[in-house]
């Protein structure tokens, strides 16, 4: 049996349990999506807007081959059909003239919901679904040399299809801020005057990346965010520690609610890299009725494999023993550095540093082949020749 046969199989094994074991995906889950959304796109923001940051690329779109693998439970019944976040990501930065300040843009969107069908562009819009969109879109100034910067912008919500079983909904507009520094943030989100999030951030591990150490004791010191949700039934906190175990190659991370005073989940994460290009993970996460649940994952520089990933159940509405596939990509750069979002350090950017080698040996060489033709310069005369006779 051949290697590939031994993979399809493996995969096939792998849906069937995955159909057999996962567990359905409610309503109300459905209905917390666009607040899911809103939040995910400020945390991505907060760890790509670094002062020094001149751009960042990402881009996501989870696959899940199987209709039975994230169904739909409603009062009618349970319903097959495929459960899905599209995103797209971008922002960029650059120099002001000569006044030492960085003015950037950016725009972050993401289309997620459950539907009848699995598309790409074109959704089925069947009688159970629910499809929404979320943008993201401001302007940033920083100061590079003092590691200081602010981000403000507009957030709206695009409700395209929302069935009868699920609560009403309307297109929203919301509006947002940051201030950052290399050692703290803080971000809030409003509608309105009403706030609807707040997060504070300490940034305490110290990282090369942006002007820090390499090694040390510096580099062992937590980070820790503190975000308050503002919703309509009771407001709720979420904590978050982070930690450096081993070299800034290995660390846990560790995300609390308060005031259920409830463990959420737990990632231990491995690095090969400190620039975060690729990543393993094990993590878990604790459900509603208090059922622990693991799970793991695998990320590479263009394609993401996971089941039962702590961060996939929160993505997919609570859905847990799902095998996810992703098309995945989130490539920063920084000066002549590359990274993923919370890099520690950046992967050199080989380009220019091979360019000016080549440049110069060109120039080398050409400078011992024009010494070579000076040097070995020979003269012809022409004319007659007369020789006296003997």
């Known amino acids: 049996m051949t290697l590939k046969i031994k993979s399809a199989l493996c995969l096939c094994c792998a849906f069937a349990v995955t159909s057999v074991f996962g567990n359905d995906i409610t309503v109300d889950a459905l209905a917390r999506g666009g607040a899911f959304a809103r939040d995910r796109q400020l945390r991505d923001f907060e760890q790509v807007f670094k ?8 881009f996501d779109m989870m696959y899940l081959p199987l209709p039975t693998q994230t169904r739909l439970s409603s009062e009618y019944g349970t319903h097959d059909g495929y459960a899905f976040r599209h995103r797209l990501e971008g922002y960029f930065s ?46 940033t100034l920083s100061l590079p040399k003092y590691g200081l910067g602010a981000a403000g912008g507009i957030q709206y919500q695009n409700v395209e299809r929302i069935a009868d079983i699920y609560p009403d909904e309307s297109d929203t507009l919301y509006w947002w801020g940051e201030a950052t520094s290399r050692f703290a943030s803080a971000q809030a989100l409003f509608h309105g005057a009403d706030p609807r999030m707040i997060r504070l951030s300490l940034n ?53 609610d308060y005031p259920s005073a409830r463990f959420h989940s737990a990632a231990l994460e491995l690095y090969p890299d400190p620039s975060r290009v690729i990543a393993f993970e094990v993590t878990c996460l604790r459900r509603r009725s ?38 995945h990509f989130a490539l920063g750069a920084s000066g002549d550095r590359l990274f993923s979002p919370g890099a520690a350090k950046g992967a ?43």
């Open 290 to 327: 208090g059922r622990l649940v693991w799970g793991g994952g695998v990320t590479l520089p263009v394609v993401r494999f996971g089941y039962n990933n702590a961060s996939d159940i929160d993505e997919f509405f609570g859905s847990s023993g799902t095998f996810v596939a992703e098309i």
């Open 204 to 256: 305490l591990e110290s990282k090369e990346l942006w002007g820090g150490a390499s090694s040390g004791i510096t580099t062992y010191l937590p980070d820790w965010s503190v975000a308050r949700y503002y919703g309509d039934d009771r407001d709720s906190l979420r904590l978050t520690w982070e930690q450096n175990l081993v070299q800034q190659v290995v660390y846990a991370k560790v995300t609390g």
């Open 51 to 58: 002062p020094g940051t001149s751009g960042f690329f990402g």
């Open 348 to 390: 050199p950017l080989d380009t220019e540093n091979l360019t000016t080698q080549k440049l110069k040996k060109t120039a080398a060489t050409l400078n011992e082949e024009s010494k070579d033709k000076s040097g070995a310069k020979e003269i012809t005369a022409k004319g007659i020749r007369r020789e006296k006779a003997q």
């Open 94 to 139: 650059a120099p002001v003239a000569r006044t030492g300040v960085d003015f950037g843009i950016l725009w972050f969107a993401e289309r997620h919901g459950w539907d009848n069908e699995d598309f790409i562009a074109f959704p089925y819009y069947g009688k159970f679904s629910v499809v929404r969109s979320e943008q993201l879109a401001g302007a």
